[in-house]
């Protein structure tokens, strides 16, 4: 291992889009209540939402610990334990909407597996989900519900999941702005 190289290795000058923070993370876990106790009870979190069995299988719980709609998300069903806890997918949040499609542009020059792009349902952030090297599920995101003190959150009705970047934004959600600042950017490519 080369420290000296390692240490070299920076953030290139000009790259079009910037990571804002480690957005959420979810875990794949073998006892779907069990877990939910445990972040709700012992660490304080709260749940915003859950899906059932028919919507994701084992069923999956979203849960925050601040006004983001999760910081933490369970997925149910996990067959055994195995000797390290079993990621699901780790988030990146993103300052505007425009940076989610330059991210995305990127990744595809870049080769990057690309899984999803658009909408998801519960917290309604928009999103290009994708692969690192080892595949490694990583999702960069903007938009994600904010839930207030009085832990209100968008009800499921209100849940439009959309499979492109442009359907997410010809149909925005309720308080969700998806105007581009570069609107040339929604050009499907």
């Given at each position: 291992?080369?420290?000296?190289?390692?240490?070299r290795?920076?953030?290139?000058?000009?790259?079009?889009?910037?990571?804002?923070?480690?957005?959420?993370?979810?875990?794949?876990?073998?006892?779907?209540?069990?877990?939910?106790?445990?972040?709700?009870?012992?660490?304080?979190?709260?749940?915003?939402?859950?899906?059932?069995?028919?919507?994701?299988?084992?069923?999956?719980?979203f849960?925050?610990?601040?006004?983001?709609?999760?910081?933490?998300?369970?997925?149910?069903?996990?067959?055994?334990?195995?000797?390290?806890?079993?990621?699901?997918?780790?988030?990146?949040?993103?300052?505007?909407?425009d940076?989610?499609?330059?991210?995305?542009?990127?990744?595809r020059?870049?080769?990057?597996?690309i899984?999803?792009?658009?909408?998801?349902?519960?917290?309604?952030?928009?999103?290009?989900?994708?692969?690192?090297?080892?595949?490694?599920?990583?999702?960069?995101?903007?938009?994600?519900?904010?839930?207030?003190?009085?832990?209100?959150?968008?009800?499921?009705?209100?849940?439009k999941?959309?499979r492109?970047?442009?359907?997410?934004?010809?149909?925005?959600?309720?308080?969700?702005?998806?105007?581009?600042?570069?609107?040339?950017?929604?050009?499907?490519?």
């Amino acid at each position: 291992m080369n420290i000296d190289k390692l240490k070299r290795q920076q953030r290139p000058h000009g790259l079009p889009f910037r990571i804002g923070k480690l957005g959420h993370v979810v875990l794949n876990v073998s006892d779907l209540e069990r877990s939910v106790a445990f972040y709700t009870q012992v660490l304080g979190f709260s749940v915003s939402d859950v899906y059932p069995a028919e919507m994701v299988p084992g069923g999956m719980v979203f849960m925050r610990c601040n006004a983001d709609h999760h910081g933490v998300a369970l997925v149910g069903g996990a067959k055994a334990r195995p000797e390290r806890a079993d990621m699901h997918h780790l988030a990146f949040e993103v300052g505007t909407l425009d940076e989610v499609f330059l991210a995305r542009d990127r990744l595809r020059a870049y080769g990057a597996q690309i899984d999803f792009e658009g909408r998801r349902r519960a917290g309604v952030q928009i999103a290009v989900e994708f692969r690192d090297p080892d595949g490694h599920r990583l999702e960069i995101y903007w938009g994600l519900d904010q839930v207030g003190s009085d832990g209100h959150v968008r009800p499921a009705h209100e849940w439009k999941g959309a499979r492109s970047l442009a359907d997410a934004i010809r149909d925005p959600v309720r308080g969700q702005d998806t105007t581009l600042r570069d609107p040339s950017l929604l050009k499907e490519g």
